[in-house]
């Protein structure tokens, strides 16, 4: 792996970016993998992958390998998100998946004051984009890291452990995914109670935009903008491309020279009509 020109930059923020994937997936983080250098060319962050046996190659992100077995129930999340942890050493990490594809320049300002603001308000998890959007006001307000764009999550949120596009402090993160001591999948992180009251004790924080409806119409919330930190939108959905985005995606693939049609993504269903998605 050729090294990123950006990755050896120092910077005032102790950020990495972690992008989960697997061999499976390794076709849709070729997609994720384009629209990062065209959405972001500028990122001063180092960014990583996981895969099961096989090296992804790319110039902007550095995959470890895990050796960790596939497993039909995604119980390989836990272990593998932890691989990486570990060998990531940076204080924050920025957590996504690699289904989310970016549509939009990201600022790079924004994630300072983002980490700035963590910092200083001892915040374990600054969520991305409003999938779900916070309940709760901010006590405290800098920068960008206001009322307008953000909210806090309050301890009984149900979807507080979402894996939505978020920033971790990546201890925490660690903990908690150690508080359980068997493997599991992410879903499980995300919606079993004994990992919400586990995470109680910490403080998080969310976007207030970039959802709204879905991520094109925004019909269910007036007011809705794109967030200040991350836009992206998700490709896959139950395994295939997802039906309300496809076309989008098609269109765009198309005018950047991309293509999600060619056989290597045929699980995912290559060259399908819309109507051939579950709705």
Known sequence: VTCHPYHNMKTDSDLSIL????????????AYDFYFKKHWADCPFKAYTVSNHNKFE??????????????ENANHFKPMVLHALN???????????????????????NFHQAIEYMDENDITKLRCLSMPEPDEELTTEKGIIN?????????????????????WNRENLKELLNSYSEPFSGWVLEST??????????NYVACRHGKGG???????????????????????????????????FREKF????????????????????KEWFPE
């Open 193 to 202: 109670d004994s990992f919400r009251e586990y995470s109680k004790k910490w």
């Open 214 to 248: 879905d991520l094109l119409t925004r019909d269910l919330f007036e007011g809705q903008e794109d967030s200040p930190l991350l836009q992206y939108v998700e490709l896959v959905r139950w395994g295939v491309y997802d039906r309300i985005y496809i076309d989008f």
């Open 19 to 30: 992008v989960l994937s697997s061999d499976t997936y390794q076709p849709i983080l070729k």
């Open 87 to 109: 060998e990531i050493k940076t204080k924050y990490v920025l957590f996504m998946v690699e289904d989310q594809i970016l549509v939009k320049d990201v600022i790079t300002d």
């Open 254 to 273: 198309s005018s950047d020279g991309f293509s999600v049609d060619t056989p290597e993504y045929e699980r995912f269903g290559a060259g399908k009509p």
């Open 147 to 167: 009322n307008k764009y953000f909210g806090l999550i309050s301890k009984d949120n149900m979807y507080r452990n979402s894996l939505q596009a978020a920033i």
């Open 58 to 71: 790319s110039d902007s992100i550095e995959c470890l390998v895990t050796g960790i077995d596939w497993d």
